[in-house]
């Protein structure tokens, strides 16, 4: 089992910068897939951003390719979401996910079975 606690959030300007972070607890991270995922106001949970068990592979929402970078390092545990050029339309609740059943990035949120609490992000215009 894995605990998530994701950090960084806040409130930014268009066109700024956010890095979140995400701290995963237990000695078996690096068998986990990572992904983060948002909801804005009264909008489903959306697939941002995932990375493969070794961070070799990665994969992007088209809404924010060219934008965002998902990166991790497995022996501190952590997976990172560098967010720039954010726009009023990222305003969303981002949580940071984990699932081991996969070796390979899955977009859909009922394949990952562990979440963090969620992280708020607040682009003004």
């Known amino acids: 089992q894995v605990q998530l606690v994701e950090s960084g959030g806040g409130l930014v300007q268009a066109g700024g910068s956010l890095r979140l972070s995400c701290a995963a607890s237990?000695?078996?991270?690096?068998?986990?897939?990572m992904a983060w995922f948002r909801q804005g106001p009264g909008k489903e949970r959306q697939f941002v951003a995932g990375?493969?068990?070794?961070?070799?592979?990665?994969y992007y929402a088209d809404s924010v390719k060219g934008r965002f970078t998902i990166s991790r390092e497995n022996a501190k545990n952590t997976v990172s979401l560098q967010m720039n050029s954010l726009k009023p339309e990222d305003t969303a609740v981002y949580y940071c996910?984990?699932?081991?059943?996969?070796?390979?990035?899955?977009?859909?949120?009922?394949?990952?079975?562990?979440w963090g609490q969620g992280i708020q992000v607040t682009v003004s215009s």
């Open positions: 996910a984990a699932q081991s059943s996969s070796g390979t990035v899955v977009t859909t949120t009922y394949e990952y079975n562990y």
């Open positions: 237990g000695p078996t991270f690096s068998l986990y897939t």
């Open positions: 990375i493969n068990r070794n961070g070799a592979r990665t």
